[in-house]
């Protein structure tokens, strides 16, 4: 008798590479039509069965090149999204992340990870030619998220079981309810050493978020109330990295929930050699331009709607 998994495969080999209909199968294998239905959704869900769409993800060159000029980029990425849904755009951005990603990742190498859904587009739009001894490590303690797979914890495992290399978890949340105890999980010996970990990284992918309530990552979260998040907006933040706010020009602003984030720190990203900022959308226009403004980011992967607003706003300040 196969085993589970052969089964899958054997179905799964019959209905995707001998193009045999379901009922077909369920005649030769013995079981029914239905449940071989069931099975080949199995097979999906465990990854015996891995589909990949290769959209045409096409740049807009010249986009790219005043960006690389004006705000002296290691590299850019801009998507030519025109017509695209919001998540078709997304899973653009995370192909085009993933090809950067798998081009400049060498073994030995140390990867960290904020969190957010364009950094899970990008982590599943990765397919290793072969494995790498890298290490992936978690920036920022874990946020919760209803949505385990966009969070820091299964991200940075997912990714460094694709290379077969190690992962780091920051056994902390995102947010605690005071800064006493965000100083308190700073002494513990495993978050010291896990930040530091994530500060010697000479790779780092990170989402940009924005204060805009109804696009805010942490509103989402449920770290921010939308009337406080509009409140933060109206005093000047545009968005945030590793859940740091900052100003149109990049400036760190001190607020309360700043000083209870369990992280890395902005200033930190400076320290690592390629910072690769993922985000898209007409909302994220002046989170982008702030990051980079302030140098938060050095390799953008954005969308054209974002890219053109960001120089409209750039020009006009």
């Known amino acids: 008798m196969p085993t589970d998994k052969e089964l899958l495969a054997e179905i799964a080999s019959m209905y995707y590479e001998q193009d045999l209909i379901q009922s077909e199968i369920a005649r030769q294998i013995g079981l029914s039509r239905p449940k071989v239905s069931r099975l080949l959704k199995e097979a999906r869900d465990l990854g015996v069965v891995k589909i990949l769409i290769d959209y045409p993800w096409n740049t807009d060159p010249e986009l790219e090149s005043e960006f690389l000029s004006r705000y002296s980029l290691k590299a850019v990425r801009i998507l030519v999204s025109k017509g695209r849904s919001y ?7 995370g192909s085009l992340a993933a090809r950067y990603v798998e081009a400049i990742l060498r073994p030995r190498d140390v990867l960290g990870m904020s969190w957010g859904t364009a950094l899970y587009q990008t982590a599943r739009a990765m397919h290793p030619e072969q494995k790498k001894d890298i290490k992936v490590v978690q920036m920022i303690g874990a946020v919760g998220t209803p949505d385990p797979l966009i969070d820091g914890p299964d991200l940075a495992r997912f990714l460094a079981n694709l290379y077969g290399g190690e992962y780091r978890y920051l056994h902390a949340p995102l947010v605690v309810k005071d800064p006493a105890v965000r100083d308190a999980l700073l002494q513990e010996d495993h978050v010291r050493e896990t930040l530091e970990l994530a500060r010697n990284a000479n790779i780092a992918m990170v989402g940009v978020g924005t204060m805009v309530p109804g696009a805010s990552s942490l ?11 509009a409140e933060m907006e109206r005093s000047g933040v545009v968005g945030d990295i590793c859940a740091r706010q900052y100003d149109i020009n990049g400036q760190l602003l001190e607020s309360e929930l700043n000083r209870r984030i369990i ?27 702030g990051a980079l403004r302030g140098k938060h980011i050095n390799v953008l992967v954005t969308d054209e709607t974002a890219a053109r607003k960001v120089l409209a706003m750039d020009s006009a300040n």
């Not at 998540?87 to 951005?93: K, T, V």
């Not at 890395?264 to 390629?274: K, S």
Request: hydrophobic share 45%; proline share 0%.
């Open 87 to 93: 998540e078709q755009m997304l899973q653009g951005l």
């Open 263 to 289: 992280g890395i720190e902005l200033e930190a990203l400076h320290h690592i050699d390629q910072v690769i900022g993922v985000a898209g959308g007409e909302a994220k226009a002046s989170t982008i331009l």
């Open 219 to 229: 509103v989402r979260a449920g770290y921010l109330d939308v009337e406080t998040a």
